[in-house]
């Protein structure tokens, strides 16, 4: 089945520098790469995706790559703001296996004002 | 609020007692996943429906737990004769096709 490893686990930024999160997956069928947020408490709300026909996708100050040749995928988000600070996790699914996903282990941001 | 909602939000139980949580999907989408959560980790894969048909069930998901989508709109997941390992976040989501919308989720506490 698919793993779906992430990097790092704990990642502290100054406001307004940039933060990045690499995820890795084992499985070259999936095509289908969802980033989610964390808040405590709260549920995962997506943030982001990506499909295996594009390379990179933008969405304001979030950005998201994919390398289908390494099998790697990652998270870029600038400016970071104090609402920023939750746990990020990255995912990969395939449509074969009815996109079920699977998650990396998640990354803890904190934005320091 | 058109979102995915589950009921109830957390539930108190004791080791042996058996638990019932529902999950109301977005109307018009046809496939509906169930995860589990556990503290620090990211959410695991349980089993998912498409329409009322349950096409798969993770390894996970001992014979204690059942699951059903009747009509192919809310769904339901028991778990029978709960064990303390079964205390985690539940969570649901459903999806059109390949991206998924998660609800606020259920918290099982089982003493």
């Known amino acids: 089945g698919e793993n779906v490893e992430q990097h790092p686990s704990t990642l502290s930024v100054q406001e307004g520098d940039s933060a990045v999160i690499k995820c890795t997956y084992s499985d070259s069928a999936s095509n289908y790469f969802p980033w989610y947020k964390q808040e405590l408490g709260k549920r995962p709300q997506l943030i982001i995706d990506i499909r295996s026909n594009v390379g990179e996708k933008k969405d304001q100050r979030i950005a998201v790559t994919l390398n289908k040749t390494a099998k790697h995928f990652s998270l870029h988000i600038t400016e970071t703001q104090p609402e920023d600070s939750a746990v990020y996790f990255c995912?990969?699914?395939?449509?074969?296996?009815?996109?079920?996903?699977?998650f990396g282990g998640g990354t803890r941001v904190l934005v320091k004002p | 609020d058109t979102g995915v909602s589950q009921d109830p939000r957390h539930k108190i139980t004791k080791r042996g007692q058996n638990v019932t949580f529902r999950c109301d999907p977005i109307?018009?989408?046809?496939?509906l996943y169930w995860y589990r959560q556990t503290l620090g980790q990211g959410p695991e894969f349980l089993t998912y429906?498409?329409?009322?048909?349950?096409?798969?069930k993770s390894r996970l998901l001992s014979d204690r737990f059942s699951a059903e989508r009747p009509k192919g709109s809310f769904s339901t997941l028991e778990i029978q004769r709960t064990e303390q390992g079964d205390s985690a976040m539940y969570l649901c989501a459903s999806s059109p096709m390949d991206t998924q919308y998660f609800g606020p989720g259920t918290r099982l506490t089982v003493l």
């Open positions: 109307s018009e989408h046809n496939r």
């Open positions: 429906f498409q329409n009322e048909a349950q096409l798969e």
């Open positions: 995912a990969a699914s395939r449509a074969a296996a009815g996109n079920k996903l699977t």
